[in-house]
């Protein structure tokens, strides 16, 4: 079957079998391998990929179940060159170490931060309460969405007054 | 790898046009919500449907509204909204009670209630809740739509009233005036399934007495509520004694087993320590409640 969506703002028309996972299209079909697959049990989180702005399990969406939506994956964090704020929050502050659980860490963070530009800390800790980590104990994965939330893009800050207005692309090249 | 078998997918566009598809391909089609139970489960080989109909564009079944004494919920609300509504929880605080400790967040953004009294899993928390809030499920099929309590939806484990060829689109909850509920659930982590979780709903009368009662147990092998520990809890003052008497009698009714989640003693004491815990609770919040 045929399926189309949008994937980091690109259109993208594929062939596939219906029993095709999204994290597989993605990584598969589409060859961006920063999603990660870590897990058969929905548990683990490091597949998560935004679907129409929203955190998702994409081992546990079928592509043909994405067909017509919109897919963010950790490849579109970046914006015209520059980190995303929880990319450099993730660098900051020594959010990863192996850095397997990563790149859901950083979407579900960016879903959280788009709703609620100052999460406190458990709050943090719950959106990311469907997501293991193994290596960071999670407290600097915390006070990395923390650093996020307290520089946030140049973009962000008209919709949020109390952001510094910082520019994060003159401190980092991606 | 562990992917599902092979199948073949349609997308529904409305809830007549997945009837039709349901009907047009036959018993080894189903229709899939936020397939967060059947995905897992074709993973495992555990379900193999030939077809699979997607329901996810059935906007017509994605709401809560509230219609004289009827709170009605789409089939296809997410647990997140359903987490979310404020009129849920001022109506109905067992819903949020249970919202907050089902599974996590992301996964909370795709599951629905719909997906979730249909997989009927013995450990599925909405099951308890609407059990206890005695809720009415509308279904519809070929032969038009039927009205089902709860009492008679689920069959037993992973069977329900709904038939191949039909779909759950709405749960009725009634609202009652002086009414409270609670739910409380024991989990081995965040996100897990229930070692244990009890549900209880109370209606005061006006002076004060317990008119109406419904108490429930997830994951410990009960069919429906727990009448005799109703009967012990209906025409009395709330107190302690009571709640005491109430869930002795459920924790004594339930029919636990002895899995990885923990033994039998362990989970019977706690179907004892949590059904005083939401009666308690559901007590106090119907003494509260300014409206309902
Ligand atoms: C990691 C993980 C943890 C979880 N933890 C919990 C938990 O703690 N507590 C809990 O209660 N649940 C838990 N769940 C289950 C979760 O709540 C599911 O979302 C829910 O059980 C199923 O909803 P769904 O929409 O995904 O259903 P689906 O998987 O799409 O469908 C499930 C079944 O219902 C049928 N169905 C779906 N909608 C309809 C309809 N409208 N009419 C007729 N048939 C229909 C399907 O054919 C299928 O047989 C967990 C799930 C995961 C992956
Ligand atoms: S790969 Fe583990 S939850 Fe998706
Ligand atoms: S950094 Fe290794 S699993 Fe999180």
């Given at each position: 079957m045929?399926?189309?969506?949008?994937?980091?703002?690109e259109a993208?028309?594929r062939?596939?079998e219906?029993?095709?996972?999204l994290?597989?299209?993605?990584?598969?079909?589409?060859g961006?391998?920063g999603?990660?697959w870590?897990?058969?049990?929905?548990?683990c989180?490091?597949?998560?990929?935004?679907m129409d702005?929203q955190p998702?399990k994409?081992?546990?969406v079928?592509?043909?179940m994405?067909?017509?939506?919109?897919i963010?994956?950790?490849?579109g964090?970046v914006?015209?060159?520059?980190?995303?704020?929880v990319?450099?929050?993730?660098?900051e502050?020594?959010?990863?170490?192996?850095?397997?659980?990563?790149p859901?860490m950083m979407?579900t963070?960016?879903?959280l931060l788009?709703?609620n530009?100052h999460?406190?800390?458990?709050?943090?800790?719950q959106?990311i309460?469907g997501?293991?980590?193994?290596?960071?104990?999670?407290?600097?994965?915390?006070?990395?969405?923390?650093?996020?939330?307290?520089h946030?893009?140049?973009?962000?800050?008209?919709a949020d007054?109390?952001g510094t207005?910082e520019?994060n692309s003159?401190e980092?090249?991606? | 790898m562990?992917?599902?078998?092979p199948f073949?997918?349609?997308?529904?566009?409305d809830?007549?046009?997945?009837?039709?598809?349901?009907?047009?391909h036959?018993?080894?089609?189903?229709a899939?919500?936020g397939?967060?139970?059947l995905?897992p489960?074709m993973?495992?080989?555990?379900?193999?449907?030939e077809?699979?109909?997607d329901?996810n564009?059935?906007?017509?079944?994605?709401f809560?509204?509230r219609e004289?004494?009827?709170?009605c919920?789409g089939a296809?609300t997410?647990?997140t909204?359903l987490?979310e509504?404020?009129?849920?929880?001022?109506?109905?605080?067992?819903v949020?009670?249970?919202?907050?400790v089902i599974?996590?967040?992301?996964?909370?953004?795709?599951?629905t209630?719909?997906?979730?009294?249909?997989q009927a899993?013995?450990?599925?928390?909405?099951?308890?809740?609407?059990?206890?809030l005695?809720?009415?499920a509308?279904i519809?099929?070929?032969?038009?739509?039927?009205?089902?309590p709860?009492?008679?939806?689920?069959?037993?484990?992973?069977?329900?009233?709904?038939?191949?060829n039909?779909?759950?689109?709405?749960i009725?909850?009634?609202?009652?005036p002086?009414s409270?509920s609670?739910?409380?659930?024991?989990?081995r982590?965040?996100?897990?399934w229930a070692?244990?979780a009890?549900g209880a709903?109370?209606?005061l009368s006006?002076?004060?007495t317990?008119?109406?009662?419904?108490?429930?147990?997830?994951?410990v092998?009960l069919?429906?509520?727990?009448g005799?520990?109703e009967?012990?809890?209906?025409?009395?003052?709330?107190?302690?004694d009571?709640f005491?008497?109430a869930a002795?009698?459920?924790a004594?009714?339930?029919?636990?087993?002895?899995?990885?989640?923990?033994?039998?003693?362990?989970?019977?004491h706690?179907a004892?320590?949590?059904t005083?815990?939401?009666?308690?609770?559901?007590c106090?919040?119907?003494t509260?409640?300014e409206?309902?």
């Amino acid at each position: 079957m045929q399926v189309s969506m949008t994937v980091n703002g690109e259109a993208v028309t594929r062939d596939i079998e219906p029993r095709v996972l999204l994290v597989h299209f993605i990584r598969e079909n589409l060859g961006l391998t920063g999603t990660h697959w870590g897990c058969d049990t929905s548990n683990c989180g490091t597949c998560v990929v935004l679907m129409d702005g929203q955190p998702v399990k994409s081992c546990t969406v079928l592509a043909a179940m994405a067909d017509g939506h919109d897919i963010r994956t950790v490849e579109g964090l970046v914006v015209g060159g520059a980190l995303d704020p929880v990319q450099q929050g993730f660098m900051e502050e020594h959010g990863l170490q192996c850095g397997f659980c990563t790149p859901g860490m950083m979407l579900t963070a960016r879903a959280l931060l788009d709703r609620n530009p100052h999460p406190d800390d458990s709050e943090i800790r719950q959106a990311i309460s469907g997501q293991i980590c193994r290596c960071t104990g999670y407290a600097t994965i915390v006070r990395s969405v923390q650093w996020a939330a307290a520089h946030p893009a140049v973009t962000d800050t008209a919709a949020d007054g109390a952001g510094t207005g910082e520019s994060n692309s003159e401190e980092v090249t991606a | 790898m562990q992917i599902p078998a092979p199948f073949d997918y349609e997308r529904a566009s409305d809830v007549a046009n997945a009837l039709a598809l349901l009907e047009r391909h036959g018993p080894e089609s189903r229709a899939i919500a936020g397939g967060h139970s059947l995905l897992p489960m074709m993973k495992l080989r555990l379900a193999r449907p030939e077809w699979l109909i997607d329901i996810n564009d059935l906007a017509e079944l994605d709401f809560i509204r509230r219609e004289g004494d009827q709170l009605c919920v789409g089939a296809l609300t997410r647990h997140t909204a359903l987490l979310e509504s404020t009129e849920v929880a001022g109506l109905f605080p067992i819903v949020r009670d249970a919202e907050l400790v089902i599974a996590d967040p992301v996964v909370r953004n795709r599951g629905t209630i719909g997906g979730s009294l249909c997989q009927a899993d013995p450990a599925e928390d909405l099951s308890t809740v609407c059990d206890v809030l005695r809720a009415k499920a509308v279904i519809r099929g070929p032969g038009g739509e039927r009205i089902v309590p709860m009492s008679d939806f689920h069959r037993g484990p992973y069977e329900t009233a709904v038939a191949q060829n039909e779909l759950l689109c709405e749960i009725r909850f009634t609202i009652r005036p002086r009414s409270g509920s609670a739910y409380e659930k024991v989990e081995r982590r965040v996100g897990d399934w229930a070692v244990v979780a009890a549900g209880a709903a109370v209606v005061l009368s006006a002076d004060g007495t317990i008119e109406e009662a419904a108490v429930g147990l997830t994951s410990v092998g009960l069919d429906g509520t727990v009448g005799e520990a109703e009967a012990v809890l209906r025409g009395q003052q709330p107190q302690e004694d009571l709640f005491v008497e109430a869930a002795r009698i459920a924790a004594a009714a339930c029919h636990p087993v002895d899995d990885q989640r923990g033994p039998v003693d362990y989970k019977r004491h706690l179907a004892d320590e949590l059904t005083r815990r939401v009666l308690r609770r559901a007590c106090v919040r119907a003494t509260g409640a300014e409206e309902g």
